[in-house]
């Protein structure tokens, strides 16, 4: 299997223009998490789906962060209107839903919002 | 609220030395802990936890989890530039999510 794959794995964008993130996870797993990246706050836990569910969304920031995940092998994380302080790195990760075993990561997204 | 404290949160040692990296936690039915490593990318699996008491040993990498003081130790032994890296634990609860702390960022001198 080819792991979690992000893309794009950088975006500079200007500051109001919306920004899409988009995550494949591992064939097979039914989890999907989204996590951002700073120095200040570490890995944070935005969002997370279960077979294609979202069951937890409380880390997500404000109104202008969404995510989908319209089948099992696709997932979408928007920002609209991005803002310099959503510059980040995002990470998407996957695992087997409730059998005790690891998360995989993909490469990230750096994001940068000018 | 699920809660993970890596300490310290920087360190830096010379090659050789050996390091001990301390994770505690604060979660509702815990399931799991977790390390990983994180150079310039991806964060990568080192070991899961689910029992007290029981050493995971990967070469000169060793954890051990105190589910009675929520709380685990990574243990690097010998170490070299290349563990120069920064160490992340996560805990999965009954929630089936992963929370991770802000790790520990370990810098080893030649």
């Known amino acids: 299997d080819a792991g979690v794959i992000q893309s794009p794995r950088h975006e500079v964008t200007e500051m109001g223009q919306e920004v899409t993130l988009r995550c494949k996870p591992i064939s097979g797993h039914n989890s999907l998490f989204w996590y951002r990246q700073t120095m200040m706050r570490g890995l944070e836990l935005l969002i997370y789906f279960n077979n294609n569910v979202p069951i937890d969304d409380s880390g997500m920031p404000e109104d202008r962060f969404s995510a989908k995940m319209p089948n099992a092998s696709f997932s979408t994380l928007k920002i609209q209107p991005s803002e310099p302080r959503d510059s980040a790195v995002y990470f998407c990760a996957s695992s087997l839903y409730g059998e005790n075993t690891e998360a995989f990561f993909g490469q990230g997204t750096r994001l940068t919002v000018v | 609220e699920d809660k993970v404290v890596q300490s310290p949160l920087s360190l830096v040692v010379h090659e050789g030395d050996t390091v001990t990296l301390n994770c505690s936690y604060e979660?509702?039915?815990?399931?799991?802990l977790l390390w990983y490593k994180q150079e310039k990318k991806a964060p990568t699996f080192l070991f899961m936890l689910t029992s007290s008491g029981i050493e995971k040993k990967s070469g000169r990498l060793s954890s051990i989890l105190d589910k009675k003081e929520l709380s685990s130790i990574l243990n690097i032994t010998a170490t070299q530039t290349g563990d120069s890296a920064i160490y992340l634990c996560a805990v999965e609860g009954g929630t089936y999510k992963y929370i991770f702390g802000t790790g520990t960022r370990l810098k080893v001198l030649a």
């Open positions: 979660v509702t039915n815990f399931r799991s």
